[in-house]
């Protein structure tokens, strides 16, 4: 079985320095659960030497460039974000996106959105699907997409209705679903991954974020990435080596890449 994760945080151990969570352990238990390769997603830009250092070392582990919504600092520049997404090892743009759950203010509205443009513009130019990050903003990330078409991207950590879902579908994108499906209250959410098309699905852990049932109270990683398959597999009553493969299958498309 060939199991990718197809968004995670794993340099996040990194810059916090815990022991028992250091690159090698991560990585060697992610393949003792058959996740092969893992995608780690920037969040800012002052992090992306270090993600490049870590995948010239780790052949395993792929990388994104982009500024989470929340990271949005005076610093962030178009030009720099574009230079820095042009290395050949980038797979993708992100992640970005709109975060709402906390910001009020209508002027830092706006600034995500701007960015969040930016991002769009990178990714058409350079022909890189997009990492989109959405809390409580839906509707305004759904209506600034629509303004662009040939745009191939992800929802990562999909918790909308089918609604939601079937608008993200409608523009061509594909959705990804983390540890959260494992989550007691998480009944909506599993509701909306039984009307996903198999062709358009992802499935992450977002570690060291989210960290699935049975191991709730401690940080996430990407082996735990094979719960979470396991566990799709018996809500859409697929098999597990079939499931895997379809997954794998997806990974490439999205993010041109070759195994």
Known sequence: MFLIDSHCHISKFHYNKIPEYDLENLIYNAKLNHVKLLLTVCTKLDYFHELININKNYSSVLISCGVHPLYINNSYNYHELLNLSSNNNV??????????FYEKNIIKKNKQKIVFVDHILVAKKLNKPIIVHT?????????????YNNLSGVFHCFNENIKCASLALDIGF???????????NAKMIRETLK???????????????????????????????????EYVSIIRNIPLKKLSNILLDNFIKLFKINI
Do not use: C, H, M
């Open 174 to 184: 594909y959705i990804s679903f983390s540890g959260i499906l494992t989550f007691k």
């Open 195 to 229: 009307y996903i098309p198999l062709d358009r699905l992802l499935l992450e852990t977002d570690s060291p974020y989210l960290t699935p049932e049975p191991y709730r109270g401690i940080y996430n990683q990407p082996a735990y990435l094979k719960n979470i398959v």
């Open 91 to 100: 797979i993708a743009i992100g992640e970005t996106g709109l975060d709402f």
């Open 135 to 147: 809390r409580n903003s839906f509707k305004d990330i759904i209506n600034i997409l629509n303004n």
